[in-house]
């Protein structure tokens, strides 16, 4: 009879989780947390820099093909600009003859978000590191 509760209570005592255990998921829980909390917060700024550095990119590609006398530049219209980029160009006379000046790969939303940042000005496609809806005068794209 003695052996019969013995073996019960050994049982029970397998099953349960220990003091130690307890604080020990708890402890890995909040490191988890800790790590995932900050990465939902920085969603935007992470998208921000996507659409600056594409934005940097595009700039940079316009002003290279205006070197080799390729105009991109559409109407002081920013979306037209930065879609004629994205479509490629190549130059037919000077030093870069031959060359081809594209970005590719982008997607609408990478278009959309790089607008943001760029806006024209006297026949130039200009980067600007805050959004362009937020220039002072009310400076429209």
Same mark, same amino acid.
């Given at each position: ?30 490191? *988890? /947390?800790?790590? =995932?909390?900050?990465?939902?917060? @920085?969603? $935007? %700024? +992470? ?16 002003? *290279? /093909?205006?070197? =080799?006398?390729?105009?991109?530049? @559409?109407? $002081? %219209? +920013? ?63």
């Amino acid at each position: 009879m003695k052996t019969l509760a013995h073996n019960s209570m050994q049982r029970r005592a397998r099953s349960a989780f220990s003091l130690f255990e307890a604080l020990m998921f708890i402890a890995i829980l909040g490191v *988890m /947390a800790g790590i =995932a909390v900050p990465m939902l917060s @920085q969603n $935007d %700024s +992470v998208y921000a820099a996507r659409d600056r550095r594409n934005a940097q990119e595009l700039c940079s590609t316009c002003m *290279m /093909a205006q070197a =080799a006398e390729l105009n991109f530049v @559409q109407d $002081d %219209s +920013v979306i037209d600009t930065v879609r004629a980029i994205v479509r490629g160009g190549m130059s037919v006379r000077g030093a870069a003859r031959g060359r081809v000046f594209v970005v590719p790969g982008l997607s609408e939303e990478d278009i959309q978000g790089a607008v943001k940042y760029l806006r024209v000005k006297d026949g130039q496609l200009m980067y600007t590191t805050t959004e362009a809806s937020a220039l002072p005068g009310g400076q429209a794209l």
